[in-house]
T-cell receptor, first 118, second 111 residues
Framework: AQKVTQAQTEISVVEKEDVTLDCVYE???????LFWYKQPPSGELVFLIR??????QNEISGRYSWNFQKSTSSFNFTITASQVVDSAVYFC???????????????FGGGTRLMVKP | EAQVTQNPRYLITVTGKKLTVTCSQN?????MSWYRQDPGLGLRQIYY???????DKGDVPEGYKVSRKEKRNFPLILESPSPNQTSLYFC??????????FGPGTRLTVT
């Protein structure tokens, strides 16, 4: 069975600090997708990134970067120069669905609440 | 505008009173699913559907029913709600079963 662990339940930083959110996953499949979602205080889920298991290249998008390491089953998310607007709950998720016909199943971690103080 | 809509957005009800949360998508997606979000547990899948008239259980289906009579709609039915079903519910749709497009969420309180 697949599992996603976000060990950090809450992180508090001061604006402009860098912060890394950890995500560790378990899967028996060799082919899978990993995701990060942001949930701001308004409650909606905002898609941030999708990474497939074949592609271990790190990705950078503005102040956001992602470090995918299959050897340690981790998919960590770093925010550089954090801002108050980054305050949210961040979820890491895993999907094997396309490859095991599980039909649309995303397994989420428990989420990390990030608080960025001015 | 491509979107997933849910209604109602907020609902307070009493134990045992049947309710339906509607979900509709306008993207012609085949896959749809329901998740519930609880503190510390992330989101857990309740039911999913791979096409019209094709539905199956997710991780936490007890106490819920769904139907998929039309491609665009995937209502979630609570026949006899109980307080442990108080949660934030998300509907999602997907063209491939991988990337998910989430609705805005429905906050349900059962007293």
């Amino acid at each position: 069975a697949q599992k996603v662990t976000q060990a950090q339940t809450e992180i508090s930083v001061v604006e402009k600090e860098d912060v890394t959110l950890d995500c560790v996953y378990e899967t028996r499949d060799t082919t899978y997708y990993l995701f990060w979602y942001k949930q701001p205080p308004s409650g909606e889920l905002v898609f941030l990134i999708r990474r497939n298991s074949f592609d271990e290249q790190n990705e950078i998008s503005g102040r956001y970067s992602w470090n995918f390491q299959k050897s340690t089953s981790s998919f960590n998310f770093t925010i550089t120069a954090s801002q108050v607007v980054d305050s949210a709950v961040y979820f890491c998720a895993l999907s094997e669905a396309l490859f095991n016909n599980a039909g649309n199943m995303l397994t989420f971690g428990g989420g990390t609440r990030l608080m960025v103080k001015p | 505008e491509a979107q997933v809509t849910q209604n109602p957005r907020y609902l307070i009800t009493v134990t045992g009173k049947k309710l339906t949360v509607t979900c509709s998508q306008n993207m012609n997606h085949e896959y749809m699913s329901w998740y519930r979000q609880d503190p510390g547990l992330g989101l857990r899948q309740i039911y999913y559907s791979m096409n019209v008239e094709v539905t199956d259980k997710g991780d936490v289906p007890e106490g819920y029913k769904v139907s998929r009579k039309e491609k665009r709609n995937f209502p979630l039915i609570l026949e006899s709600p109980s307080p442990n079903q108080t949660s934030l519910y998300f509907c999602a749709s997907s063209p491939t079963g991988v990337e998910q497009y989430f609705g805005p969420g429905t906050r349900l309180t059962v007293t």
